[in-house]
């Protein structure tokens, strides 16, 4: 499938030579691409420039290629655009792929790039005509239908949960049930962590704690949940404490909810 002429990418990465390489890539894919090397330099560009596709480093200094992306949302919604971010990352995060997808990365690629898995990367979400696109989705619709039929009548009958965003995260039925068995074994310590950091006044441990909880709960499809989560991470960030006092029982609450949802995701 040939890519769309005159696309042209962001690359965000804070290593020059990390940079240097995916331009070098790009280029040999006939594509256009800017650098920079912080998530603020990325914001300060996407706010007066259109990109067709952003690859960006999940880890870097001060704002991270998470918070980058909370903003680069932002962004796109204001502006009525909406641009494909992937999230580029070594090879020890390799485990953590269905979270960063459930973060609203939309895709991942493994450090150091492989050539093929970029130009994958490319003719996904850089594709010459629409046609293919709208093809594909429909074909990705009908898997997510099929899958969700997989699952067990309790799984379906889950409340709160939006089971296509949790098997598009995890991609079969199987693997979401092991999604919802880790995110059932952990609400006790989890819950009681939060309460604790809250009390202790913690806030740095607590909004930690809180965005773990997000990425999970937007895994599963609980999304109701996760922006809750999200909602007060950014408190904490900011250090809006009567905000964090007054929506953390409610987030407690319906995080330990789920613990009898899903008594039956461990057996």
Same mark, same amino acid.
């Given at each position: 499938m040939p890519i769309k002429p005159q696309s042209r990418v962001l690359i965000v990465d804070d290593m020059r030579?990390?940079?240097?390489?995916? =331009? =070098?890539?790009? $280029? =040999?894919?006939?594509?256009?691409s800017d650098l920079v090397e912080s998530g603020e330099e990325c914001l300060a560009l996407c706010r007066k420039t259109d990109y067709d596709l952003i690859l960006l480093d999940h880890r870097m200094p001060e704002s991270d290629g998470v918070d980058t992306l909370v903003q680069l949302k932002e962004i796109f919604r204001k502006s009525g655009r909406e641009i494909p971010v992937v999230c580029h990352t070594t090879e020890d995060a390799r485990k953590n792929i269905n979270l960063y997808k459930a973060a609203g990365f939309a895709d991942v690629l493994i450090k150091p790039i492989q050539p093929q898995e970029l130009s994958d990367i490319l003719m996904t979400y850089l594709p010459e005509g629409n046609a293919p696109d709208e093809a594909k989705a429909e074909s990705d619709r009908a898997r997510t239908r099929k899958e969700i039929d997989k699952l067990p009548e309790w799984a379906r $009958?889950?409340?709160?949960?939006?089971? $296509?965003?949790g098997i598009e995260n995890c991609e079969t039925a199987e693997d979401y049930l092991d999604a919802l068995a880790v995110f059932a074994a952990s609400i006790t310590e989890k819950a009681n962590e939060i309460e604790r950091y809250l009390s202790e006044k913690n806030y740095n441990m607590y909004t930690i704690k809180v965005h773990s909880l997000k990425s999970m709960a937007r895994l599963i499809g609980a999304v109701q949940l996760s922006e809750r989560a999200a909602d007060l991470e950014y408190a904490g960030k900011h250090d809006d404490i009567?905000?964090?006092q007054e929506g953390t029982p409610p987030l407690l609450k319906e995080y330990r909810a789920y613990t009898e949802f899903l008594a039956r995701a461990n057996d």
């Open positions: 030579v990390n940079r240097l390489i995916l =331009s =070098s890539l790009l $280029a =040999s894919n006939g594509v256009q $009958a889950i409340p709160g949960v939006d089971l $296509a965003l009567a905000t964090l």
